[in-house]
């Protein structure tokens, strides 16, 4: 993709997460189960890195990247996950009700529009 000196980094942004929205639409089904691996928790226990991806058709469909960018996560670059803040709960199901709410949202539909199930391995 060739920047345009004239589109802000804002903008680049948005594309982005627009983009990441209708590929995560395309990909995931109602009742979708999304797998977690938790790649690493730090030594004080406040942030995790997380992989996510889903099975579509007896193929792994990876979800870290689309996921960053439409929830706005950071990536980890050794792990390819997630860096996920936060402890005291499952932060794994932390992201993927953040995914299924913002996806509601956005198509302006009930939160069991697609009821996304996580399942950590």
Same mark, same amino acid.
């Given at each position: 993709?060739?920047?345009?000196?004239?589109?802000?980094?804002?903008?680049?942004? #948005?594309? /982005?997460?627009?983009?990441?929205? /209708?590929?995560?639409? *395309?990909? @995931? $089904?109602?009742?979708?189960?999304?797998?977690?691996?938790?790649?690493?928790?730090?030594?004080?226990?406040? /942030?995790?890195?997380?992989?996510?991806?889903?099975?579509? $058709?007896? *193929?792994?469909?990876? @979800?870290?990247?689309?996921?960053? *960018?439409?929830? $706005?996560?950071?990536?980890?670059?050794?792990? *390819?996950? #997630?860096?996920?803040?936060?402890?005291?709960? $499952?932060?794994?199901?932390?992201?993927?009700?953040?995914?299924? #709410?913002?996806?509601?949202?956005?198509?302006?539909?009930?939160? @069991?529009?697609?009821? #996304?199930?996580?399942?950590?391995?």
């Amino acid at each position: 993709m060739i920047l345009d000196k004239t589109i802000s980094k804002k903008q680049v942004k #948005l594309n /982005s997460m627009w983009s990441a929205e /209708s590929r995560l639409e *395309d990909i @995931l $089904d109602v009742g979708q189960e999304i797998y977690c691996i938790i790649r690493h928790v730090s030594k004080s226990g406040m /942030s995790r890195h997380i992989s996510f991806f889903c099975i579509v $058709d007896n *193929d792994p469909r990876f @979800l870290s990247g689309l996921i960053a *960018d439409y929830l $706005d996560y950071r990536m980890n670059k050794y792990h *390819d996950a #997630l860096v996920v803040g936060g402890c005291g709960m $499952d932060m794994a199901f932390s992201v993927v009700n953040h995914l299924n #709410l913002k996806l509601s949202h956005s198509r302006n539909t009930t939160y @069991l529009e697609y009821h #996304l199930k996580h399942r950590i391995i």
